[in-house]
């Protein structure tokens, strides 16, 4: 089987179901979120389209810190305004389902350091639906199209795999050469 593998033991409580599946999306960008959007699994190639997760303290591991307290973000991502508004905007909604969650409190006190964050948070006007097309500047693997894929989980309510798959032959490429597969490797 031929599949890009985080080594170690796998974060936070995801099932060795959504494991497998994060891993056999190689070489397409995949992770498990939970609904606070908390990375609990990725693939390697995630890894080496944002950052790796693990380099990061427990609470950072989340896509709102990474889109607004991770400064490379803001180079990575060419629609960044864009998509953190948007995922802003849908976080908030997300957010008022559950008030008091000591988890979304921190998160978002932490967010609020962000002048963009703190301006954006809670102002519908700001709201404006995701690109359906994610456009990255990549220090190594250059330009990338990539859609985004959100599939809910049905035996673990609240996670989602969230996945990238490209959107033309040359960012296929790209991330073929951002994470090769592994031949004869068997986990």
């Not at 497998?20 to 080496?48: G, I, K, Q, S």
């Not at 896509?63 to 998509?83: I, T």
């Not at 962000?114 to 456009?135: H, I």
């Not at 220090?139 to 985004?148: I, K």
């Amino acid at each position: 089987m031929d599949e890009c593998v985080t080594p170690g033991p796998a974060p936070g409580w995801a099932s060795r179901e959504l494991l497998t599946l994060v891993r056999a999306m190689a070489p397409h960008p995949a992770a498990v979120v939970d609904r606070r959007w908390d990375l609990l699994a990725w693939n390697d190639a995630y890894t080496a389209l944002f950052t790796d997760p693990a380099w990061l303290l427990p609470e950072q591991r989340n896509l709102l810190w990474l889109l607004f307290r991770w400064p490379p973000s803001r180079v990575l991502m060419a629609d960044w305004e864009w998509e953190a508004r948007a995922l802003l905007a849908e976080f908030h909604d997300r957010a008022a389902e559950h008030p008091g969650d000591p988890r979304i409190v921190a998160l978002v006190g932490e967010l609020m350091a962000d002048p963009y964050a703190a301006q954006w948070y809670g102002r519908p006007e700001a709201a404006a639906p995701p690109p359906p097309l994610r456009r990255f500047h990549h220090p190594v693997a250059g330009e990338l199209r990539l859609r985004p894929v959100s599939l809910a989980v049905v035996g673990e309510p609240g996670h989602q795999v969230v996945a990238h798959v490209p959107d033309d032959r040359v960012s296929q490429e790209a991330l073929r050469q951002l994470c090769p597969p592994m031949h004869g490797s068997i986990r």
